[in-house]
């Protein structure tokens, strides 16, 4: 609010009590202090004229209030789909490790995958399934990479794992140009990266040698995924030459396991695939 200067009060004062009805005009004015004559009629009608306003505004902002808090009520149970008997929906769901998946959502299906240079497939034998250990590889043959190791296989599924005290980070980039990884643990297509593993440089994080990422909750989008592991760094033990493991799961189902050796500071494609 802006300040008025005398001016300004001057016309204030008398034109609100022209709106109190005063009984003449020389009954209303201000003294050369800027303050109401003592006991001016004027005075004690624009005081009793602005309680009633007052009085009027609060019982409107009353009745404003709660006429908003019943409509905001009301479209915040529209907007989570509730009625009188409870949650309504169209499609039941299932419990992924805390995360509501809609049993109506279709798998994606893998297309075409390519491993990068150096990269060493790893054969899929299951003619004799081992018990699973969580080692970036899906042991037991249930298209589910490392399952009951703390981290989830949602409706896809990259996890990496190496046999040194090095840290290894995990890029997965989609077709929007959107990429996981440490540095953004989550997008907006429903990947998000949900175990990250340190070496030595965490050592009593659980399975530090070992980083998952996993789509919940929606489809992933059709289209090109790129998968890239970073030798971030050697930690206290000095990693040397790594060996990393990557698998890949679209809808339950392994599309690929490989293998490479990378070196400190390097960052290198292990494998890019297509789904739809």
Same mark, same amino acid.
Not at 33 to 54: G, I, M, N, S
């Given at each position: 609010?802006?300040?008025?200067?005398?001016?300004?009060?001057?016309?204030?004062?008398?034109?609100?009590?022209?709106?109190?009805?005063?009984?003449?005009?020389?009954?209303?004015?201000?003294?050369?202090?800027?303050?109401?004559?003592?006991?001016?009629?004027?005075?004690?009608?624009?005081?009793?004229?602005?309680?009633?306003?007052?009085?009027?505004?609060?019982?409107?902002?009353?009745?404003?209030?709660?006429?908003?808090?019943?409509?905001?009520?009301?479209?915040?149970?529209?907007c989570a789909g509730r009625d009188a008997e409870g949650p309504v929906g169209d499609a039941e769901t299932v419990t992924e490790g805390g995360e509501a998946i809609p049993e109506t959502v279709e798998p994606p299906v893998l297309v075409s995958i390519v491993p990068g240079a150096?990269?060493?497939?790893?054969?899929?034998?299951?003619?004799?399934?081992?018990?699973?250990?969580?080692?970036?590889?899906?042991?037991?043959?249930?298209?589910?990479?490392?399952?009951? =190791?703390?981290? +989830?296989? %949602?409706?896809?599924? *990259? /996890?990496?794992?190496?046999?040194? !005290?090095?840290? &290894?980070?995990?890029?997965?980039?989609?077709?929007?140009?959107?990429?996981?990884?440490?540095?953004?643990?989550?997008?907006?297509?429903?990947?998000?990266?949900?175990?990250?593993?340190?070496?030595?440089?965490?050592?009593?994080?659980?399975?530090?040698?070992?980083?998952?990422?996993?789509?919940?909750?929606?489809?992933?989008?059709?289209?090109?995924?790129?998968?890239?592991?970073?030798?971030?760094?050697? =930690?206290?033990? +000095?990693? %040397?030459?790594?060996? *990393? /493991?990557?698998?890949?799961?679209? !809808?339950?189902? &392994?599309?690929?396991?490989?293998?490479?050796?990378?070196?400190?500071?390097?960052?290198?494609?292990?494998?890019?695939?297509?789904?739809?």
């Amino acid at each position: 609010m802006r300040n008025l200067d005398v001016g300004d009060r001057l016309a204030t004062f008398e034109r609100l009590c022209k709106i109190a009805q005063p009984r003449a005009e020389d009954e209303c004015h201000l003294d050369r202090t800027d303050e109401p004559v003592e006991r001016d009629p004027c005075f004690f009608q624009v005081f009793a004229h602005r309680k009633a306003l007052y009085a009027q505004l609060r019982y409107s902002a009353s009745q404003m209030t709660r006429t908003i808090g019943i409509l905001s009520l009301c479209v915040c149970m529209g907007c989570a789909g509730r009625d009188a008997e409870g949650p309504v929906g169209d499609a039941e769901t299932v419990t992924e490790g805390g995360e509501a998946i809609p049993e109506t959502v279709e798998p994606p299906v893998l297309v075409s995958i390519v491993p990068g240079a150096r990269v060493e497939p790893i054969p899929l034998d299951c003619d004799n399934p081992r018990e699973e250990t969580c080692n970036a590889l899906d042991d037991d043959c249930n298209g589910v990479i490392d399952d009951d =190791c703390g981290y +989830g296989p %949602g409706l896809m599924q *990259v /996890t990496a794992g190496w046999d040194t !005290g090095s840290d &290894i980070d995990l890029y997965v980039t989609g077709p929007l140009g959107d990429t996981v990884s440490f540095q953004r643990p989550s997008t907006p297509d429903g990947a998000r990266l949900d175990h990250v593993g340190r070496g030595d440089c965490s050592p009593d994080l659980p399975n530090p040698r070992i980083e998952n990422i996993r789509w919940v909750g929606k489809r992933p989008l059709e289209g090109i995924y790129e998968v890239e592991v970073h030798y971030w760094g050697e =930690c206290i033990s +000095g990693g %040397g030459p790594t060996d *990393v /493991t990557v698998s890949v799961a679209v !809808g339950r189902r &392994i599309a690929g396991q490989y293998r490479l050796t990378v070196l400190p500071g390097e960052r290198t494609r292990v494998v890019r695939f297509v789904i739809q």
